[in-house]
């Protein structure tokens, strides 16, 4: 009988990346959790168990003869999207799940990004409870940016919802705080980031406690000069430090960030403050990860931001 991996909030986009590769793997049973009614899978390796985050006993039963445990479910409410990974923390560690991975796939720890703050408390939380006798082994799975959301328009990856990010290059324009140029960033594409965890989940050893992932490093300047060779001369907006800590956008244009899991009405202002966030956080380095897979996995070949985003543009 295969092992079984039990994919948390696995009707999301990302998680759907994840679960193509697992599957295409071939060495794992997807067991996918959601608070949706199950669906009925094309494949016999996908189960899909409605569970309850409110109930543990009913989580434990959820995560019976799970191997290990991905985590892909979040919310708006920091406060609520902390409990949620201690709920699945908890579960598993009685259901005796052997490995957790809990809700990350982007920014390295630390970032500074407010919307983010579960994903920090999530990682004390986990250095907590494992620092007197291992509780779980875990990793965070950290690949920076997905270099897919600097192909939008264009859909390149199965699942994924893209939205544009600091760098538009269909209109060559960006965003980046004023001093920022030599600040470290990393890319990695999600079919990258997918198939890397697809391999650790085959892995023989012990999970690193980060797990950074590294497609592509850079700097803010050399992935500009990226773009510009791609696509030609970009805009460049730089903001002042001063008035981005005062919440003040100053600049023509910012991204807006489409999200099924953000209301409408609250669109445009988290836009705004994320587009701060994020150019704030990109000159601390907040989105330059650590390599830990790309040392565990040194066959692995990554697609360069460089070649996907050549072949997606000059294809246009």
């Known amino acids: 009988m295969s092992k079984q991996v039990a994919i948390a909030g696995g009707s999301g986009n990302v998680a759907q990346e ?6 295409s793997r071939g060495s794992y049973k997807v067991v996918v959790l959601s608070r949706r009614d199950a669906v009925n899978s094309e494949t016999t390796h996908v189960e899909w168990r ?4 409110h109930s543990h006993a009913s989580l434990v039963t959820s995560l019976d003869g799970i191997d290990t445990l991905l985590s892909f479910v979040a919310t708006a409410d920091m406060e609520a999207a902390f409990e949620l990974q201690k709920v699945l923390i908890h579960a598993a560690i009685e259901a005796g799940v052997r490995r957790f991975a809990p809700s990350e796939w982007s920014s390295r720890s630390e970032s500074g990004i407010a919307h983010y703050a579960y994903k920090d408390e999530t990682r004390k939380y986990l250095e907590a409870i494992n620092k007197e006798k291992d509780q779980i082994e875990y ?7 997905f270099t897919e959301y600097f192909a939008v328009p264009n859909a390149t990856a199965s699942h994924l919802q893209s939205f544009k990010m600091f760098a538009d290059f269909e209109y060559r324009r960006a965003i980046i705080m004023e001093g920022s140029e030599g600040s470290p960033l990393t890319l990695t ?3 990258d980031m997918a198939k890397v965890v697809a391999l650790a989940l085959d892995y023989s050893g012990r999970w690193p406690t980060t797990g950074g992932i590294r497609g592509t490093q850079t700097t803010i300047s050399g992935f500009l000069s990226l773009a510009e060779g791609i696509r030609g001369p970009f805009q460049i907006e730089r903001l002042v430090p001063e008035d981005v800590n005062k919440g003040e956008l100053k600049a023509s244009w910012y991204p807006i960030i489409e999200h099924k899991a953000l209301p409408d009405e609250y669109r445009e202002l988290f836009s705004k403050n994320v587009t701060m966030e994020y150019v704030k956080s990109l000159a601390a380095g907040g989105w330059s990860t650590s390599d830990e897979w790309n040392r565990l996995l040194p066959d692995y070949k990554f697609i360069s931001a460089e070649e996907y985003l050549s072949k997606v543009w000059k294809a246009t």
């Open 18 to 23: 994840v679960i193509d590769a697992i599957l």
């Open 50 to 53: 409605k569970v309850n985050y």
């Open 139 to 145: 990793c965070l799975f950290q690949p920076g940016f």
């Open 189 to 191: 594409t999600v079919g």
